[in-house]
C-alpha cells in the first residue's frame, strides 16, 4: 500500500523560504519519481517539480531557481526546498507518485505566503 505524508507547510511573508517533506512508504524512492502539484483556490492542480528514480529533477518554469528538491533514498523521504516566495505560490502542495494508470496523492500541505 503505497502512502505519502507531507509535512512543512505553514504561513510566511513574501521572500520567505519553506521546506516542504514527503514521506514515502509502499514505493522506493530509488526506483520511482515523485512529484510535486499545487494547487490555488479556483484553480487546477499544477505540476510544480519531479525528481526520478535516478536522481534527475525537473521543475516548472514558475518555480525554476527557487524551488530544489532533495531526498534521502534510505530515509525515503523527498524535500521541496522553498526560496524567494511569492503570493501566487499560496496553494495546497500534494506529493504524488504515479505507477502505471494509479495516481497516489499525499494529504497535502497548505502553504500561504502574505504579501
Known amino acids: 500500500q503505497v502512502q505519502l505524508v507531507e509535512s512543512g507547510g505553514g504561513l510566511v511573508q513574501a521572500g520567505g523560504s519553506l521546506r516542504l517533506s514527503c514521506a514515502a512508504s509502499?514505493?522506493?524512492?530509488?526506483?520511482?519519481?515523485i512529484a510535486w502539484y499545487r494547487q490555488a483556490p479556483g484553480n487546477q492542480r499544477e505540476w510544480v517539480a519531479s525528481i526520478t528514480s535516478s536522481g534527475l529533477t525537473y521543475y516548472a518554469e514558475s518555480v525554476k531557481g527557487r524551488f530544489t528538491l532533495s531526498r534521502d533514498v534510505p530515509k525515503n523521504t523527498m524535500w521541496l526546498q522553498m526560496n524567494s516566495l511569492k503570493p501566487n505560490d499560496t496553494a495546497v502542495y500534494y506529493c504524488?507518485?504515479?505507477?502505471?494508470?494509479?495516481?497516489?496523492w499525499g494529504q497535502g500541505t497548505q502553504v500561504t505566503v502574505s504579501s
Open positions: 509502499g514505493v522506493s524512492l530509488s526506483l520511482a519519481a
Open positions: 504524488n507518485y504515479k505507477q502505471r494508470a494509479t495516481m497516489y
